[in-house]
């Protein structure tokens, strides 16, 4: 899975279905980007694109239950590359390292 698609995926599995412009802004993922990662996705069977109830021109994007676990096993692998990177910090040198690089994507 792609960083891209992981992000994308994640944020909608978390906050639900959104447009696809929002997901862009959240994600600061430009438009012809997020078209290549959408079709990307549809093509996966992990996202779906329907029409926004309110606004019939705008679609909203919806993680499949394919797409979900496909989240899901990405976060699965990436706890267990964390604990191995990790394991030679203590606990408060994880929170620290943390702290900082929380810092620096800000």
Not at 3 to 14: D, I, N
Not at 42 to 54: I, S
């Amino acid at each position: 899975m792609k960083t891209r698609h992981y992000s994308v995926l994640s944020v909608l599995s978390y906050k639900g279905p959104m447009s696809q412009q929002a997901v862009g802004l959240e994600l600061r993922i430009d438009r012809t980007t997020m078209v290549a990662v959408m079709d990307d996705l549809e093509r996966l069977g992990h996202l779906e694109r329907r029409r926004n109830a309110g606004d019939r021109r705008m679609y909203d994007l919806t993680v499949t239950d394919a797409g979900r676990e496909a989240v899901a096993q990405a976060e699965r692998e990436v706890l267990e590359v964390e604990a191995r990177l990790f394991a030679p910090l203590g606990e408060a040198e994880r929170s620290s390292l943390h702290a900082l690089l929380s810092r620096l994507t800000l």
